[in-house]
């Protein structure tokens, strides 16, 4: 249609969106467009400098409002909260009259913390941690295919009835070792615990340029996504980022909370945080490796203890747990999909 078209900017009426409650929902009729006002408008705002005819960050609270939607509409706890909110929060409001999503469902585990509790309870109940062995290959019996135990690099061999590989994003390479594929979508990434600060924010924040969250010890655990390709792997197998991009994303945090003394970092951590292909939690026991169940998750915070107890009931009692149905190794075989 041409722009001179005098329906040029009009929506028919079957596309206008409807406002209400599902049985009382009324169409309302759109303002009408002008696209060619809008990108005379943009072209000057690029060239001379002048406000941009409608404001980016509008295009950042349009997908906050979405993925909020998406949030209640699985019942997941999700609150809309203004610029009032957030400083009842402790928050800073930032420049402009945003919208926040807030989860108040959500919290942080300190996963050192935790694994150091559970390590103290097994090693209590008579469990026996073996750390530092370096790569352990699990080895099958040659006849059945059934798992037998793991070996060391230095050759010590631990022997058992089940193995569970719970190698992080390793967790493909040690199972495509036994001829079992699992797709690998792990990312380059990095954990920031900043130095102990004054800040009165206790809520976990996801947002657009950084997550953060409260950590033991009045310090505060950061990362985001958008520095993951100024992260380096080295050939001998070590990490690293430049400082400038630690101290960018500690900036964004301190810009969100409200009166308080910047953040400073004070460790990072880099590595790759494993993500299964599909970006679903693989839980459960091999088809084809009778006795080796898998635990391969981006959310192990989340769904360890839960994934754990499981798992242990899988091991345990040889039953498949109904909860683990979709989550299982086999949904990636060939004959699963339909291929073979
Ligand atoms: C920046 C960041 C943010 C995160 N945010 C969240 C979050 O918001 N929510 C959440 O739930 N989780 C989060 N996580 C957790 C994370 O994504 C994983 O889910 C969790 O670390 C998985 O734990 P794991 O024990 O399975 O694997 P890992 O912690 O990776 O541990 C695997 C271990 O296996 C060892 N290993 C590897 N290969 C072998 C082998 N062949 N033989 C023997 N040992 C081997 C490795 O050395 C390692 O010690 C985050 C992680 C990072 C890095």
């Excluded at 009382?24 to 000057?44: H, I, M, S």
């Excluded at 009032?84 to 009259?97: C, E, N, S, V």
């Excluded at 898998?294 to 009692?317: D, P, Q, R, Y």
Aim: glycine share 10%; hydrophobic share 35%; charged share 25%.
């Amino acid at each position: 249609m041409s722009p001179a078209d005098p329906a040029f900017g009009q929506e028919p009426e079957e596309h206008w969106g409807v406002l209400g409650e599902a049985d009382k929902a009324t169409p309302v009729k759109p303002e009408r467009g002008n696209y060619a006002e809008f990108y005379r408008l943009l072209g000057e705002a690029l060239r001379e400098g002048t406000e941009p005819p409608v404001d980016p960050s509008d295009a950042v609270t349009v997908l906050d409002i979405i993925r909020h939607a998406h949030q209640v509409q699985r019942g997941y706890a999700s609150h809309l909260v203004s610029r009032a909110d957030l400083t009842a929060h402790h928050l800073a409001p930032g420049p402009r009259d945003q919208l926040a999503i807030h989860n108040p469902g959500e919290g942080w585990v300190s996963l050192p913390h935790l694994i150091d509790a559970l390590a103290t309870e097994f090693a209590e109940l008579g469990g026996q941690l073996v750390t530092g062995a370096g790569r352990c290959p699990v080895e099958a019996e040659r006849e059945n295919g059934r798992v037998s135990g793991v070996r060391s690099e230095n050759g010590r061999s631990w022997h058992g009835d089940a193995v569970v590989v719970a190698c992080g994003s390793d967790t493909p390479a040690v199972v495509a070792e036994l001829g079992v594929y699992i797709p690998d979508g792990s990312v380059p990434s990095m954990l920031v615990i900043a130095e102990p600060a004054r800040a009165e924010a206790r809520s976990v924040l996801n947002t657009p340029r950084v997550a953060m969250r409260p950590n033991p010890g009045e310090t505060f655990a950061i990362d985001h996504s958008w520095y993951e390709d100024r992260i380096v792997e080295h050939e001998d197998g070590t990490w690293s980022i430049d400082e400038a991009t630690v101290n960018e994303l500690v900036g964004e945090a301190s810009a969100l909370l409200d009166d308080a003394e910047p953040l400073i970092p004070a460790s990072w951590k880099l590595g790759r945080k494993p993500i299964p292909g599909d970006g679903q939690p693989v839980f459960g026991e091999l088809a084809t490796v009778p006795g080796c169940h898998v635990a391969f998750t981006h959310s192990g915070a989340t769904l360890g203890l839960i994934a754990g107890e499981l798992t242990t009931h899988e091991v345990l009692t040889g039953d498949r747990h109904p909860l683990l149905a979709e989550f299982r190794p086999e949904r990636y075989s060939p004959t699963h999909r339909g291929e073979v």
